[in-house]
């Protein structure tokens, strides 16, 4: 089932295709999740805020 | 011969180790910086962390596991890597970002902070074990290279590949496994591309054309399939739907994986980190599975019986000695990476969730008593792990079942994050999940709706999903989104301090 892939150029052809759209859909993700002015910041930088679990 | 490029293979990542502590410790000096045994002072760039997040999941599952199924899988196979993809889409996107902001270092911390102090206790029970069996799976897989080549018994193969497991991580931490992976992974990827090309000339000095030879095996031997996508419809319902789903939503509660990206720079830095590390893991994934495949269709190899044999015999007949040794030390180098990163990891989770709240002597410990004590527990965790490494099955089979109990894990933190928490939910759902998996495990009931062989992930996902959500829904108990509450105190903060400095926000 699926496409053929000869080995190893074919295999890994394929392999680099699916790789490629998991990479697409990183991105799209990355560009709609949440983000601040402070993710650019190191973790020493950041503002020292601790989540009260109430 | 063998002992040569088993000492060498050995020696190669002694090396490498040595060479990073001694660059560390010149470089701390330098500095005069106190060391984070545990997160490298979260100053790490982003190619390093990509190094480590795609070699802590890349290990015995790969070496052993992925050359040995490939022989009953082919080129489908390959979803299990694929699935790695989609969990360091999880893990950069969806995990470790919010575990930057909030602070938190472990996975049971957090979903402890989700649904409780009793969820708590149940979740660091089952990460400490899960990261001390995969440990022991690790230990097995280095038993089996080192063992095949040499004489030693595989209970002194497992002692050696322990120590230098354990001289990966012990001496500088983090900061050690972060550099010794960099290298590694560019290391690997040389060797393992020269060892295709020399198993192609091997193929066409024995009279044959190269991989060429090699398809055309599979294809006379009426195992076509075996070169195709998803295999026949008995491998994709066997094995490529369980494997990809128990990979994809349950490795992302490893705790190893998580800690190997939480020293990144800045968050920023983790959208690059995704990038390098899902071609990094995957691909890797290409290349042992065709050195597994060629094992089955070179008879000298395919005598030894299996692809994970098969392909030490490759590495020993057809390359020249110093490939033999670099191959041999690439494959103990991925096999210890995991090895290193998950005792560090569990290790981590004993001290934070067990040792820092439970235990007032240790309640408040200063980097160096911090790093004393996961040095301890890496200690406990490496010899108990060799010393059960010996008692596990196939490594693949036994990988894909373990993480299975993970997924309802997985399930109810994406819910306390992106919905609600409710303790009796997350409570009732992961008990009734656990207790599903053992009885499948030891019935045949999975038999009876035509999902016998590796589909325990499918039932976790949709009994965990069911239950989950239900439960969630009719409980009036349940609190906000852990990820609400976050952002709701967090515009509360930034508020005040505006406030307080006239305006003038972070930085």
Redo the contacts between chains.
């Keep these: ?9 074919g ?2 052809i ?3 295709i ?2 490629l759209i ?2 697409l ?3 799209i ?2 560009k709609t ?3 601040d ?11 020292y ?5 109430d | 011969m063998s002992w040569l490029v088993t000492i060498g293979g050995l020696l190669y990542n002694v090396v490498i180790i040595l060479i990073v502590y001694a660059c560390i410790k010149v470089s701390a000096k330098r500095k005069g910086v106190s060391e984070d045994f545990i997160l490298s002072g ?2 790490v760039p982003w190619y390093a962390v990509a190094a480590t997040i795609a070699l802590t999941s890349l290990g015995g599952g790969h070496i052993n596991g992925l050359t040995a199924q490939g022989w009953n899988t082919g ?2 196979t ?1 979803w299990f ?2 699935a790695h ?2 969990v ?2 999880i893990l ?3 995990m470790a ?1 919010w575990f ?4 938190i270092v472990t996975i049971p911390d957090m979903l402890g ?1 989700m649904f409780g102090p009793f969820f708590l206790a149940i979740a660091v029970g089952c990460f400490v074990a899960a990261g001390w069996s995969t440990v022991s799976l690790e230990t097995q897989g280095l038993a089996v290279v080192v063992a095949g080549m040499t004489h030693l018994t595989p209970t002194q193969a497992s002692i050696v590949g322990g120590i230098i497991g354990v001289l990966y991580v012990f001496l500088a931490g983090m900061k050690e496994v972060q550099w010794v992976n960099l290298i590694n992974a560019i290391l690997m990827y040389v060797v393992c591309i020269l060892v ?1 090309v020399f198993i192609s000339v091997y193929v066409t000095n024995q009279g044959g054309a190269g ?1 060429k030879t ?2 055309d095996y599979f294809i006379t031997e009426g195992q ?2 075996l ?7 008995e ?2 319902r066997t094995y490529v739907i369980g494997t990809f789903l128990a990979m994809a939503l349950s490795m992302n509660m490893s705790q190893g994986n998580l800690q190997s990206a939480l020293p990144i ?4 830095q983790l ?1 690059k980190a ?2 390098a590390a ?2 990094a893991n ?2 890797f ?3 042992i ?2 050195m597994g ?2 094992a089955k269709a070179i008879p000298g190899a395919a005598a030894t019986g299996g692809g994970n044999t098969g392909v030490i015999w490759l590495a020993m007949n057809v390359c020249p000695a110093w490939l033999s040794i670099c191959v041999i030390g690439a494959f103990l180098a991925a096999i210890l990476s995991s090895f290193a990163m998950l005792s560090l990891a569990t290790a981590t989770v004993l001290v934070k969730d067990i040792q820092t709240p439970f235990f007032t002597k240790t309640r408040s410990m200063t980097l160096k008593q911090e790093a004393f004590w996961v040095r301890f527990w890496i200690i406990v965790i490496a010899v108990t792990g060799v010393w059960v490494a010996l008692g596990v099955p196939n490594i693949n089979l036994a990988m894909t079942w373990r993480v299975t109990f993970e997924i309802p894990l997985f399930i109810m933190m994406m819910i306390g994050l992106l919905w609600k928490c409710s303790s009796m939910a997350g409570i009732v759902t992961v008990l009734f999940c656990w207790i599903l998996n053992c009885v499948l495990t030891f019935t045949g009931w999975a038999a009876l709706v035509h999902l016998e062989g590796n589909n325990y992930s499918i039932f976790m996902l949709v009994f965990s999903l069911l239950l989950g959500v239900i439960l969630t829904a009719i409980d009036k108990k349940a609190k906000p989104g852990i ?1 609400k ?3 709701a ?2 515009m509360e ?1 930034d508020r005040r ?1 505006s406030i307080s400095t006239g305006g003038v ?3």
């Design positions: 089932m699926g496409p053929f892939c000869s080995l190893p150029w295999f890994a394929f392999t680099a699916v790789c998991e990479c859909v990183a991105a993700l990355w999740m949440y983000h002015e402070e993710d650019s910041l190191s973790f020493d930088e950041r503002p805020f601790e989540f009260k679990n | 979260r100053n080129v489908a390959i890597c694929l993809g989609v360091f889409i950069c996107r969806f970002p930057i902001r909030m602070r902070k295709l991989w090699i398809n076509r399939n070169l195709t996508a998803f295999g026949s419809g491998i994709l720079k800045n968050i920023n959208n995704c990038y899902i071609p995957i691909m994934g290409v290349i599975i065709s495949m060629a990820l509450r976050f952002r105190q967090k903060f301090r926000t972070a930085k």
